[in-house]
């Protein structure tokens, strides 16, 4: 199973981008899909999660701009970026629990990661 994060790139602060993550390989089901990022010298931390349900979660910092959404029939989950700000400049990566055959466990699988530059 590979994920394949793509989107990422150099924009002003107010503008949007729109980040996309195709799952391939092995898939039987896929549970929960999320972003997160990493800024310079800062840890990783959680962006948004959507589930098989699309049930929706997200980060204090991103709600009301970011917009998480999945195609279950690409296996593939987007994150619509607005009003950036100079802050959420980030590698983001995505992440999928997926189930590669029926009845094994679901693992966590993790994307590259794509850079997002917000300048001000």
């Known amino acids: 199973v590979q994920l394949q994060a793509s989107g990422g790139g150099l924009v002003q602060a107010g503008g949007s981008l729109r980040l996309s993550c195709a799952a391939s390989?092995?898939?039987?089901?896929?549970?929960?899909m999320a972003w997160y990022r990493q800024a310079p010298g800062k840890q990783r931390e959680f962006v948004a999660t959507?589930?098989?349900?699309?049930?929706?979660n997200y980060a204090d910092s991103v709600k009301g701009r970011f917009t998480v959404s999945r195609d279950n029939t690409k296996n593939t989950v987007s994150l619509q970026m607005n009003s950036l700000k100079p802050e959420d400049t980030a590698v983001y990566c995505c992440?999928?629990?997926?189930?590669?055959?029926?009845?094994?466990?679901?693992?966590?699988?993790w994307g590259q990661g794509t850079l997002v530059t917000v300048s001000s």
């Open positions: 992440n999928a629990e997926i189930q590669a055959s029926p009845g094994s466990y679901y693992s966590h699988y």
């Open positions: 390989g092995s898939i039987f089901s896929i549970n929960h």
């Open positions: 959507i589930d098989s349900s699309v049930s929706t």
